[in-house]
Every structure is written in structure tokens, then in C-alpha cells.
């Protein structure tokens, strides 16, 4: 177990896995994709979170498939692969899902965890329901998205 607070290393961040219980609304704010978020949009999103552990090798989405959810990486790291092959590779502090969130079509890529991995699941039906009254987050995640097919 590491210690919480020492003089030779710096505090873990927010997000680090051992701080995920109790997260709040200026957590989230401090991410880039939820700063258009309102203090009551992101508390709806600190009601909707679900926390979960993948191990290495499990799928957090398939390509082609349906996904429900924006995933927000604690710890860990995963693969990005299309048709098989690896095109990226996201480590903590990325976002995955936001090209089928977005309404932008079915993910178009498998994304596995490439060791094990904390996420933050954030459900599609929330991430809507902010995006339907905030057209400033909604352009920001379907940008983000656009950006993620593009490369």
C-alpha cells in the first residue's frame, strides 16, 4: 500500500484508483471534455458513475457492437485496435466511447485492457441527457469524437 501523502512524491491525482469513492462535481471540472458542464450537470454525473475493474485481455468495447457507456480511465492502460491491428494505446486520465456516445455510428474499434484496469463508466443515457440541454458539451464531445476517427 503507498502512502497517501509524502514529502517525496506528490499527491496521487483525483482519479488514482485508491481515491475513487468518493469523487465530486469540481473532480470532474478538472477534466477538459466536462468543462462546459454545469455544477448540476456534473453532479448527474457523479450520481451516474459506476466504477469497475477490467483485467488484462477484457473487453470494454467491441467494434461494431454497442456500447453504453464513456469510459474515463483511472489506472491502467488499454489497446485501441481496428480490424485486428493496435492503432493506440490509452493510459490513465484518456476517455474511450466517445465516437459511439456521440451518436457518430458504432464504436469503431475493440478496446482492451492491456493490463488491469479502473474505469469510470459514465452511462449513455446520462451523458444524453446533459448533452440535449448543453449544446457547448454535446460540441465539445462530438469534436473529441471527430478527432478519435480522424487520426
Not at 9 to 16: D, I, N, R
Not at 50 to 78: C, M, P, T
Request: charged share 15%; glycine share 8%; proline share 5%.
Amino acid at each position: 500500500m503507498r502512502s497517501m501523502c509524502s514529502q517525496s512524491q506528490a499527491p496521487a491525482p483525483w482519479f488514482a484508483y485508491d481515491a475513487l469513492m468518493n469523487i465530486e462535481p469540481d473532480d470532474l471540472k478538472s477534466l477538459p471534455c466536462f468543462e462546459p458542464l454545469t455544477e448540476g450537470e456534473l453532479q448527474q454525473l457523479c450520481d451516474s458513475i459506476i466504477i469497475q475493474e477490467y483485467r488484462k485481455g477484457d473487453y470494454l468495447i467491441r467494434e461494431g457492437g454497442v456500447n453504453h457507456f464513456l469510459f474515463f480511465i483511472a489506472s491502467g492502460s488499454v489497446h485501441i485496435k481496428s480490424y485486428g491491428v493496435t492503432i493506440a494505446k490509452l493510459t490513465s486520465g484518456d476517455l474511450i466511447g466517445e465516437v459511439s456516445i456521440a451518436g457518430l455510428g458504432a464504436p469503431i474499434a475493440d478496446v482492451t485492457a492491456s493490463s488491469s484496469v479502473h474505469t469510470y463508466k459514465f452511462p449513455v443515457e446520462t451523458i444524453q441527457k446533459i448533452s440535449s440541454s448543453n449544446h457547448l458539451f454535446a460540441s465539445h464531445l462530438h469534436s473529441q469524437a471527430m478527432g478519435r476517427v480522424l487520426r
